[in-house]
């Protein structure tokens, strides 16, 4: 994936109200967002945030599918 995609994805960032948690709306094809999912697992980790949430949806009957995922940082406090 080039730096358009990525830079598109920084964008689509939605940060919550608590700020340790990340959440991401990303639609795409389904091996994009298998990739994409990859990616963000290596960030997560490497951030020190747990994946708490992450859903693959077909839109309809198309090829069009929708990622959402949900970060917290490991170190949250409660």
Known sequence: MGMVI???LMMRITTMNNNDSI??????GFSDLQ???KTLE?????KKFDVVHCR???RGQTPI???NLGMVH???KS
Not at 42 to 46: G, I, L, R, T
């Open 56 to 58: 693959i949806k077909q």
């Open 6 to 8: 990525l830079h598109y």
């Open 65 to 67: 599918h929708d990622l």
């Open 35 to 37: 990739d994409v999912y």
């Open 74 to 76: 490991r170190n949250r």
């Open 42 to 46: 290596a960030y997560a980790d490497f």
């Open 23 to 28: 959440r991401f709306k990303i639609s795409g």
